[in-house]
């Protein structure tokens, strides 16, 4: 019983030593993350400040494709219209023209209201 015991007691002291390194590591991070935080502001504005003139041309340049590409797609779609409309109607025409030729024999006739 006394093997146990001791087990017992050594899983407990490790989860012991676990958790104060845990609580160390997190306390040691805290404290960089507050001495670094001036560090990062300013470089953080740095950054923003040379990167806008570069993500005002992005959106110049994406703004003049996007007006060049719209009239592409337009037309893609338009043909994509098209081949869609062709697609069901090739296979369709054999009922069509029987749908064109049942018309036809049950019409009714012109009355004509003169004689010519």
């Not at 030593?17 to 953080?44: N, S």
């Not at 923003?48 to 337009?74: D, I, W």
């Not at 009922?95 to 003169?114: C, K, Q």
Request: no cysteine; aromatic share 12%; net charge positive.
């Amino acid at each position: 019983m006394l093997p146990m015991i001791e087990l017992g007691a050594l899983v407990l002291f490790g989860i012991v030593i676990v958790t104060l390194v845990a609580a160390f590591a997190m306390i040691v991070k805290a404290v960089f993350w507050v001495v670094l935080l001036p560090f990062r502001l300013v470089f953080w504005l740095l950054g923003a400040l040379l990167m806008l003139p570069l993500l005002l041309l992005k959106a110049l340049f994406g703004g003049l494709m996007a007006l060049l590409a719209l009239p592409l797609a337009l037309l893609g779609l338009a043909v994509g219209a098209i081949a869609l409309l062709f697609g069901v109607l090739i296979p369709a025409i054999p009922l069509i023209f029987l749908a064109a030729l049942f018309w036809y024999l049950v019409r009714p006739e012109r009355t004509h209201l003169a004689r010519s």
